[in-house]
């Protein structure tokens, strides 16, 4: 069974410029999240799709992050303007149901 | 609405025992178990439900004291692969439906 996928891996952009992240879950699983990881801290969730609807998105700063899930499947997850305290690593995760969650290897973002 | 965990960091010899602590100031309707090691995704350890369930997984258990809203891991006899960052994650209901937050982690080395 084939995992979730994210790309890029990496990206470097300097501030106010914008970044986009995508994601594909494990085949089937309806709910997606994304986590965001800054370095020594644990994964605070941004946002969860319940298939394509948004179950919540109470964490996420949305004057500058936006997220879709376009026909219940892969997501992309953007920023817009950058700022400097957005450098962190970038995590979806899915799942069956509201249970366990499968990672994604996550995007690294730097901004300069 | 961030959960407690302690230690923030312990420090093994092969084949000792370790307790991670994890609690809420929320009434829980779960609590889960995910181990991060350095530089990669977190993986699923365990999900304990309300209802005081213990949970085993090899030489890894969980418990979950849903009156205290306080979970705790029990890694016995360490393996050097226990090393790394243990998150719980807790799910409890709010405005939203349901939110789930992970703790900060705790840092576990196993050396041999």
């Known amino acids: 069974e084939a995992g979730v996928a994210q790309s890029p891996r990496y990206k470097i952009i300097e501030k106010r410029q914008s970044v986009a992240f995508w994601c594909n879950p494990i085949s089937g699983h309806a709910t997606l999240y994304w986590y965001q990881q800054i370095l020594g801290q644990g994964p605070k969730l941004l946002i969860q799709f319940q298939n394509n609807g948004v179950v919540d998105d109470s964490q996420l700063p949305k004057d500058r992050f936006s997220a879709e899930r376009l026909k219940g499947v892969d997501s992309t997850l953007k920023i817009q303007p950058a700022k400097l305290e957005d450098s962190a690593v970038y995590l979806c995760?899915?799942?069956?149901?509201?249970?366990?969650?499968?990672f994604g290897p996550g995007t690294r973002l730097t901004v300069l | 609405q961030q959960p407690v965990q302690s230690p923030q960091a312990v420090i093994l010899r092969e084949g000792e025992d370790a307790v991670i602590n994890c609690s809420s100031s929320k009434a829980l309707y779960s609590v889960h178990w995910y181990r991060q090691k350095h530089g990669e995704a977190p993986v699923f350890l365990m999900i304990?439900?309300?209802?005081?369930e213990q949970k085993g997984h090899d030489k890894i258990s969980a418990s979950f004291n849903e009156k205290k809203q306080q979970s705790s891991l029990y890694l016995t006899a360490s393996q050097l692969s226990y090393s790394g960052t243990y998150f719980c994650g807790t799910e409890f209901p709010d405005n939203y439906g349901q939110n789930f937050v992970f703790g900060p982690g705790t840092r576990l080395s196993v050396l041999p």
């Open positions: 304990l439900l309300k209802g005081g």
């Open positions: 995760a899915s799942s069956w149901s509201a249970n366990e969650q499968f």
